[in-house]
């Protein structure tokens, strides 16, 4: 007798990044103890990433059966972004972060992991975002010898 082994599927999908629907900020009216521009962050899944993700599980579901799998079972839970969502860029307009990882609208703010890359690949991206960190941490650290608040 042949024992069932179970397998299971989740699509991992890239979120359109969204200044609008992902990040609000800069708002003068709201600020820190510190006198900065307070932030506040709206990271959910919208219409389109949830579309993404219906066609990523029947895909799934279709390449399982031609595979010759039976009795199926899928889940699409509506799970937070967390890679792909501030990509760095120079317009404020389309973009969340700078070239250094720094919010557009809140220079006290860098953002250093998945959240600030397009997309990675499957591999393990770990060293990727350490790099981005370091480099990160060397420009604030020059920023603040060169007295910029």
Known sequence: ?????????????????SQQAIFIAGQQHKQDRYGMPAITFDAKLRDDEMKLREDGVQCAVEMLEAAGCKDIIFY????APGAYIHEMGRNPQTNVLNRWNQLHEVPNVFVTDGACVASSGTQNPSITYMALTARAV???HRQVEDGVP
């Open 1 to 17: 007798m042949r024992e069932e082994t179970k397998k299971g599927k989740t699509p991992c999908l890239k979120c359109k990044p």
């Open 138 to 140: 060397d420009y604030a």
């Open 76 to 79: 699409n839970d509506a799970t």
